[in-house]
């Protein structure tokens, strides 16, 4: 702890970006919230546990209204364009309500459901590719876990193929927030990218989202604006890619250190969507929820955040709480990991939610049935990880099979 009081995350753990558990788990035990700074230097406040988790999720004073409420430096902060502050991920009710009835329609499970033969036709495209060569090795993020759900949300969304490299440099600098002029530069240049594709979209449509989301119109007669298309076009496209990149990167890997379980699964695919939902538990593609404010002061569990502070919740410690989860540390396939906040809870709970449990369950099997040797061979402590508190993942992972 700093002479100032704040928990200094770092010190709690020298390896925290890799392996952030340990600490969550110490801060826990002492209290369900607590004042930190964090590796990136910023100081909030950071809530742990599943309880209070689920509690802060839902408490109306911690707010993602962050035009409303924030000052101007914590707007900069949360994002470096105020556009991109217009969709309902950024918002609170009545406006969340709003503009998440505009777009929820698009994912609904039936619809997603009949996305499952496109993705599986992608999926088999990239193991062909993959699995082309005599070297037998491969990266399995470049190769699988990131061309996958980008190609399928840029489909969805009806972004053009050759443009889809450049999203990653985008989508990795506005997640990892590690480099502000980096991430200064990406919410300049989507923004404008994502005006001109929607316009052309408005004068020639076609099947894709941009052009139904464009013309949906609700029964009063709402309909997206055009700052509230940008932001929301945004949204999705980061968020529709980055958390299955990370579901198929991290399960991939905690199925590598689990043999056994790797063995069972491979052995018994009615165990699929079992291990799919325990990956999500074990080590979930987001490891913080993004960030809030609190409008007024909050009292959780004994301690009092201050008005005006920024806060953050730990779902990924959430999800390895022992008073919720018997064994939290173990991965088990067989467990029954109902109940985890992977995808967040409450208003913001993942609107693709089930997009990704389905790339996921796709690219799992389909992986494990055309390369039932697979392995890895990388050492986790030289995997370059991502940085920063929101995306959880390895920027590779070297397999071979």
């Known amino acids: 702890m700093a002479a100032d009081g704040i ?15 340990p600490a969550y788990a110490a801060l826990r035990a002492e209290a369900p919230v607590h004042h930190v700074r964090t590796p990136n230097g910023d ?10 988790s689920r509690r802060a999720f839902t408490d109306p004073r911690i707010s993602r209204a962050w035009l409303r409420y924030g000052n101007e430096e914590q707007i900069a902060r949360t ?5 991109v502050h217009r969709h309902m ?5 009545p406006d969340h309500t709003r503009l998440r009835r505009l777009v929820a329609g698009e994912f609904t ?10 993705i599986q036709q992608i999926t088999d495209e990239l193991l062909d590719d993959m699995t082309a060569g005599e070297e037998r090795r491969a990266d399995l993020v470049d190769s699988l876990a990131f061309p996958l759900p980008m190609t399928v949300i840029c489909e969805l969304l009806g972004v053009p193929e050759l443009d889809r490299t450049v999203f990653r440099g985008w989508s990795n600098a506005i997640v990892a927030r590690s480099d502000p002029e980096e991430m200064q530069r990406a919410y300049e240049e989507m923004p404008v990218y994502l005006a001109e594709l929607i316009e052309a979209r408005r004068a020639d449509p076609g099947e894709d989202m941009f052009s139904k989301l464009i013309h949906t119109v609700d029964e009063g007669g709402d309909r997206l604006s055009a700052d509230e298309l940008v932001s929301m076009s945004v949204l999705l496209l980061v968020a529709g890619h980055e958390t299955t990149v990370n579901l198929i990167g991290n399960g991939m890997r905690a199925l590598f250190a689990h043999p056994d379980q790797l063995a069972d699964l491979r052995a018994d695919f009615g165990l699929l969507d079992g291990a799919v939902e325990e990956m999500l538990r074990y080590d979930g593609p987001v490891e913080t929820c993004t960030e809030r404010l609190a409008v007024e002061d909050v009292e959780l569990g004994g301690v009092t955040v201050p008005a005006g502070s920024t806060v953050l919740i730990a779902m990924a410690d959430a999800d390895r709480d ?4 018997k064994d939290p540390d173990r991965f088990d396939i067989r467990r029954d990991a109902r109940g985890h ?5 409450g208003l913001h709970y993942c609107l693709g939610a089930p997009l990704a449990r389905l790339e996921g369950r796709i690219a799992v099997r389909s992986l494990l049935e055309r390369c039932p040797d697979i392995a890895t061979d990388a050492d986790e402590a030289e995997l370059p990880w991502m940085p920063g508190m929101l995306i959880r993942g390895v920027k590779r992972l070297p397999v071979h099979w």
């Not at 100081?43 to 209070?52: D, I, N, T």
């Not at 906040?341 to 809870?345: D, L, V, Y």
Request: glycine share 4%.
């Open 7 to 21: 928990v200094e995350l770092t010190e709690l753990s020298k390896d925290f970006v890799r392996d952030p558990y």
């Open 43 to 52: 100081e909030l406040w950071l809530v742990v546990g599943h309880e209070a």
């Open 79 to 83: 994002s470096a364009s105020r556009l």
């Open 89 to 93: 991920l950024m918002s609170d009710p």
């Open 109 to 118: 499970p039936r619809r997603v459901a009949r996305l499952a033969p496109r």
């Open 322 to 325: 022992p008073e919720r989860f």
């Open 341 to 345: 906040i992977a995808f967040g809870h």
